[in-house]
């Protein structure tokens, strides 16, 4: 008996046949690799890059959470609201340098880590490193844009440290 499958999008017939199994038939696991370099995905693997500060543009418009949707804390939203300069960034971060003058001292919302992502979107631990992968992407998108050498950087970073 033939086991022809048609192809939907060839339109060609196979006469390829599954071999019969039996008790001596040893299960071989499917491969741990994908696609035609066979070799493991990489996962990115979060991390802060110097030099970017995209985080520190505390107003970003309306693409993005208020405050007031984010914190459930008034005080919370007070000390945020505080922060932001004029021009919509964070009256801590330095342009010239790129770097934010209280960051051993920031705030605990200012930190891209497990707890505070959990604490403030319901991110489990687990999800953490493609989530805060992800944020930090949109957000330098939204701050330099989609094609600049900011998120360009951050993506070599993080794939050169990334997991497999």
């Not at 945020?80 to 919509?88: A, F, P, Q, T």
């Not at 605990?108 to 493609?130: P, Q, T």
């Not at 989609?146 to 440290?161: A, D, F, I, Q, R």
Request: proline residues 7%; contains cysteine; charged residues 25%.
């Amino acid at each position: 008996m033939s086991n022809a499958v048609t192809l939907p999008c060839l339109g060609i017939v196979s006469m390829a046949r599954r071999p019969k199994r039996t008790a001596k038939t040893k299960q071989i696991p499917p491969p741990t690799s994908v696609g035609f370099g066979m070799s493991k995905r990489k996962e990115p693997l979060w991390q802060c890059v110097e030099g970017c500060g995209a985080c520190c543009k505390l107003d970003k418009g309306p693409s993005f959470a208020t405050p007031e949707e984010i914190f459930t804390d008034p005080a919370d939203v007070e000390l945020y609201r505080s922060m932001v300069g004029s021009d919509g960034w964070c009256v801590h971060f330095e342009k010239s340098t790129r770097k934010c003058s209280i960051y051993n001292e920031r705030p605990y919302f200012c930190r891209v880590e497990a707890d505070v992502f959990d604490k403030l979107y319901g991110i489990s631990k687990k999800k953490f490193n493609v989530e805060a992968c992800r944020s930090c992407t949109d957000t330098i998108k939204s701050v330099y844009g989609p094609y600049s050498k900011e998120l360009g950087h951050y993506n070599s970073t993080v794939m050169s440290s990334s997991s497999s």
